[in-house]
């Protein structure tokens, strides 16, 4: 009897192992998928001015910081990467201001004749169907 029930311990050990190496594969690729990739900002048109380049987190709100709140010439999400532009309001709204992908705009204050150049925030996400 004792060696069924090392068997029995033994069976479940494993069962429950094997159970548990799809999880956190599960695990690593959904993190994976929380970056929704890079995105260029610059106080200045043309990439000039104050700049920076970062991997933003797919769907969640980035509100910008000094000096780049209300102050985007610039604003260049990479490859694949759809972004919500909020100038409206202080931080992101759920319809935001501006869809914009790949390339981007060099000229925030003329975007097809709009000045979205005092953006507050942005979301951006994952979008394969982008340029």
């Keep these: 009897m004792h060696a069924f029930t090392t068997i029995a311990t033994a069976l479940v050990s494993l069962v429950s192992l094997s159970a548990a190496a799809p999880a956190s594969e599960q695990i690593f690729e959904k993190r994976q998928d929380t ?4 995105v260029t900002i610059c ?4 990439y000039s ?3 920076y380049t970062q991997n933003y987190t797919s769907n969640a ?3 910008l910081p000094a000096p780049y709140f209300e102050n985007v010439l610039t604003f260049a999400p990479g490859h694949e990467i759809l972004c919500r532009i909020t100038n409206t309001q202080d931080t992101c709204t759920t319809h935001g201001d501006l869809f914009i992908e790949y390339p981007g705009s060099t000229q925030l204050d003329n975007y097809n004749g709009i000045n979205y150049s005092n953006m507050t ?4 996400q994952k979008c394969t169907n982008c340029a």
């Design 61 to 63: 709100c980035n509100v």
């Design 121 to 124: 925030s942005f979301l951006c």
């Design 49 to 51: 001015g104050d700049c």
């Design 43 to 46: 106080t200045g048109a043309n």
């Design 35 to 38: 970056i929704a990739g890079s």
